[in-house]
């Protein structure tokens, strides 16, 4: 699976932004998809995901409330929805896919990943 993220820009506090994910290469509908970011200096960490099953979805408690995950399993696309952003919300934003089903918040879990798209939260 080649996954492409794109929609990441600057923008202020309070903004909102849509980041999207685009799969190619294998059946879509296949996979469960998560979002995870990496700011400097720190680890990857999990953001949000979608089962393929049901399209369950699950946040980091950071996110909950704030972000939205969805998939368009027709248009092979995952999405993540953002709003009320913070400046501790910049970071670079992967999008991943796994074969496992139910609920996957570890990067270890997902078996591809997308080459990352950056959110800039600041004044």
């Known amino acids: 699976v080649q996954l492409q993220a794109s929609g990441g820009g600057l923008v202020q506090p309070g903004g909102s932004l849509r980041l999207s994910c685009a799969a190619s290469?294998?059946?879509?509908?296949?996979?469960?998809m998560g979002w995870f970011r990496q700011a400097p200096g720190k680890e990857r960490e999990f953001v949000a995901t979608?089962?393929?099953?049901?399209?369950?979805?699950y946040y980091a408690d950071s996110v909950k409330g704030r972000f939205t995950c969805s998939r368009d399993n027709a248009l092979n696309t995952v999405y993540l929805e953002m709003n009320n952003l913070k400046p501790e919300d910049t970071a670079v934003y992967y999008c991943?896919?796994?074969?496992?089903?139910?609920?996957?918040?570890?990067?270890?879990?997902?078996?591809?990943w997308g080459q990352g798209t950056l959110v800039t939260v600041s004044s």
């Open positions: 991943a896919a796994t074969s496992r089903s139910g609920v996957r918040s570890w990067p270890n879990e997902y078996d591809y």
């Open positions: 290469g294998r059946t879509f509908s296949g996979y469960g």
């Open positions: 979608i089962n393929k099953n049901n399209g369950g979805t």
